[in-house]
Nanobody, 115 residues
């Protein structure tokens, strides 16, 4: 089992920045791909960004150039730096990690982008 806890969600104005963190119950070097997903009310959960153990990244087109995913393989945290935030970025953001070909989820953190 892997426990994941997100933090950093907040209310921010359009154009602002926010940094989300995901703390895992084990060192990230032991985990496979990790990712950030988000889900807005009435919408399906969507993939935001993925990062491999080696640091290879992929982003949803809607966030590319604005968001940066990173992981500290020497520690227990993964991050999502969110810049130039838009109202459509408003959602609950979830941390995801792969271990033994199984997917594990955090409980989510709320990000609200509004003036």
């Amino acid at each position: 089992q892997v426990q994941l806890v997100e933090s950093g969600g907040d209310l921010v104005q359009p154009g602002g920045s926010l940094r989300l963190s995901c703390e895992a119950s084990r060192m990230l070097v032991s985990l496979g791909n990790m990712a950030w997903y988000r889900q807005a009310p009435g919408k399906q959960r969507e993939l935001v960004a993925v990062i491999s153990p080696a640091g290879t990244t992929n982003y949803a087109s809607s966030v590319k150039g604005r968001f940066t995913i990173s992981r500290d393989n020497a520690g227990n945290t993964m991050s999502l730096q969110m810049n130039s935030l838009k109202p459509e970025d408003t959602a609950v953001y979830y941390c995801n990690a792969e271990l033994r070909h199984l997917s594990w989820w955090g409980q989510g953190t709320q990000v609200t982008v509004s003036s």
